[in-house]
C-alpha cells in the first residue's frame, strides 16, 4: 500500500519537476522525418513547437502545462497550440519556388544582397549582374532545350559560351565589390549550391525537403490566433549569413 501511495504521489508530482518546466525543448533523437522540427515557434510563448504525428497527418504543438510557473505567456496560452504540417509545406513550396523561379531570382539575389549589408550596385558592377542573369538565363533555356530532346551535341559551343560569359561576369563582380561585402556572384554561387529548387519542391521526398530547408536556415513563426505562420529564410553566403526576410514577388 505505501508503494502505491508513493507511486501516485511521484506521478502526480511529475508535472512541477523542474526539468518538464523549461523554456526550451531540447532535441530527441527520433526516426521520423519532421520537415520544420527546430524551426517552427509558439508565437505565444516563443518555444519551438513538438512534433506530434497522427493517423490523419502530422502536427506540431505546444503544451501549456510545460510552461515554467508564472510564466507571463500562461495567462493567454490555450492547453494546447496544433499546427498541422500539411498546409504550411504547401504554402512554404509555393512562396520558395516563385522566389527561385527564373523571372524572380535576380530581384531575390538583390534582396538577399541588400540584407546582409552588401550592394547590388551600378556602373560596371550592375552591367556584369545583367551579363551573369542574361548567361544565367541562356544556360536554363539550353537545359530546357535539350529536356524537351533536342540533341545535345549541337548545342555544345552554345553551352560553353554561356558558361564562359557566366564566369567572366562572376569574375568581374567580385572584383567590384570590397573585399568584405557579400556579392551578387557569392549569392549566386549559393543558390546554385542548393541546386534546382523547383525540382526538389516537387514531389520531393521528406528527406529532401527536410535537407532543403535545413539549408535555407527557415525561421517559422505560428500565430494560433491568426492561425499563420511567418516564415524568414537565412541562406549562409560563405562566411556570411545573409539575414532578413524574402518578400515573396507581386502576384
Do not use: W
Given at each position: 500500500?505505501?508503494?502505491?501511495?508513493?507511486?501516485?504521489?511521484?506521478?502526480?508530482?511529475?508535472?512541477?519537476?523542474?526539468?518538464?518546466?523549461?523554456?526550451?525543448?531540447?532535441?530527441?533523437p527520433t526516426k521520423r522525418t519532421y520537415l520544420f522540427r527546430g524551426?517552427?515557434?509558439?508565437?505565444?510563448?516563443?518555444?519551438?513547437?513538438?512534433?506530434?504525428?497522427?493517423?490523419?497527418?502530422?502536427?506540431?504543438?505546444?503544451?501549456?502545462?510545460?510552461?515554467?510557473?508564472?510564466?507571463?505567456?500562461?495567462?493567454?496560452?490555450?492547453p494546447t497550440v496544433y499546427v498541422r504540417e500539411d498546409p504550411i509545406r504547401d504554402a512554404l513550396n509555393a512562396w520558395l519556388g516563385s522566389l527561385f523561379a527564373g523571372e524572380n531570382l535576380d530581384r531575390t539575389v538583390r534582396a538577399l544582397v541588400e540584407s546582409a549589408g552588401g550592394r547590388s550596385g551600378s556602373g560596371d558592377h550592375g552591367h556584369a549582374?545583367?551579363?551573369?542573369?542574361?548567361?544565367?538565363?541562356q544556360l536554363k533555356r539550353f537545359q530546357a532545350a535539350i529536356a524537351a530532346?533536342?540533341?545535345?551535341?549541337g548545342l555544345v559551343e552554345a553551352i560553353n559560351a554561356a558558361q564562359a560569359e557566366r564566369a567572366a561576369a562572376q569574375?568581374?563582380?567580385?572584383n567590384a565589390q570590397p573585399q568584405?561585402?557579400?556579392?551578387?556572384?557569392?549569392?549566386?554561387a549559393m543558390i546554385d549550391s542548393l541546386g534546382d529548387v523547383g525540382a526538389a519542391l516537387a514531389g520531393a521526398s521528406r528527406e529532401a525537403l527536410a535537407d532543403l530547408y535545413a539549408k535555407l536556415r527557415l525561421e517559422l513563426r505560428y500565430d494560433n490566433e491568426k492561425e499563420a505562420v511567418d516564415v524568414t529564410a537565412?541562406?549562409?553566403?560563405n562566411s556570411a549569413c545573409v539575414r532578413g526576410g524574402l518578400e515573396p514577388p507581386p502576384p
Open positions: 500500500m505505501e508503494e502505491f501511495v508513493e507511486v501516485q504521489l511521484m506521478r502526480k508530482g511529475k508535472g512541477r519537476l523542474e526539468t518538464a518546466r523549461k523554456t526550451e525543448r531540447a532535441g530527441r524551426y517552427i515557434r509558439c508565437g505565444i510563448c516563443s518555444r519551438k513547437m513538438e512534433g506530434s504525428p497522427r493517423k490523419h497527418g502530422m502536427y506540431y504543438r505546444c503544451p501549456a502545462r510545460t510552461l515554467a510557473p508564472g510564466s507571463a505567456a500562461l495567462a493567454e496560452h490555450p549582374a545583367t551579363r551573369l542573369a542574361a548567361a544565367n538565363g530532346g533536342v540533341d545535345p551535341a569574375a568581374e563582380l567580385v568584405d561585402a557579400v556579392t551578387e556572384a557569392e549569392v549566386y537565412s541562406p549562409r553566403v
